[in-house]
């Protein structure tokens, strides 16, 4: 079993930047494939960012790319999602998830453990 436990949401500017971070319990995830989500209020969950096991491939939706930038650090059993020049928009609770099959995923439903969860609240 996994624990998945997100930190450093809050509340930003537009144009400011926030760092997510994700760390990992119960086991070790270095070769796990491990995303960011976000849900914003009345919308479906959508992806934002992910990294595969390996840490050399990376895959950032649209809407983002640019301005996030996904990462991990093995050594920290973490995964991080630094966001810059956030919009408005962006606003919503971020998810970590993982999964033990290490090629890039960017489906939910290829995730099989979530975090609970953290707001980011970018003010305009």
Not at 26 to 44: L, N
Request: with cysteine.
């Amino acid at each position: 079993q996994v624990q998945l436990q997100e930190s450093g949401g809050g509340l930003a500017q537009a144009g400011g930047s926030l760092r997510l971070s994700c760390a990992a319990s119960g086991r070790t995830v270095s070769s796990w494939s491990m995303g960011w989500f976000r849900q914003a209020p009345g919308k479906g969950r959508e992806f934002v960012a992910a990294i595969a096991g390996s840490g050399g491939i990376t895959s950032h939706a649209d809407s983002v790319k640019g301005r996030f930038t996904v990462s991990r650090d093995n050594t920290k059993n973490s995964v991080y999602l630094q966001m810059n020049r956030l919009k408005f928009e962006d606003t919503a609770v971020y998810y970590c998830a993982a999964d033990g099959g290490g090629w890039l995923k960017v489906r939910g439903s290829e995730y099989a453990y979530w975090g609970q969860g953290t707001q980011v609240t970018v003010s305009s």
